[in-house]
């Protein structure tokens, strides 16, 4: 997102399966985090509302159930920016 994005420098974007699975991807990505000294400056969004988005200023992370994620198609409005791969 960088020289593209005034608002952060990387989006991370995951799915989750269920309400239940979001959360649990939210909690463990705060807590790999954490961990290493990154911490989320604010949060939105429930399980139940089928998206979370966690700023950490430098890296905002979205977290979709798999409709939400292809009704937003954030890969889509942002497909000028280069992709990072993280493996």
């Known amino acids: 997102m960088r020289g593209i994005s005034g608002v952060t420098d990387y989006y991370l974007l995951a799915t989750g399966n269920s309400p239940p699975h979001l959360k649990a991807l939210a909690v463990e990505i705060a807590r790999e985090l954490d961990s290493v000294g990154v911490h989320c400056y604010r949060r939105a969004g429930t399980p139940d509302s089928q998206w979370i988005v ?21 890969e889509r409005l942002w497909s000028d920016a280069k992709r990072v791969g993280l493996c």
């Not at 966690?54 to 954030?74: C, G, K, M, N, Q």
């Open 54 to 74: 966690a700023d950490y200023l430098d890296i905002v992370i979205h977290i979709f159930s798999p409709a939400t994620r292809l009704y937003y198609d954030l």
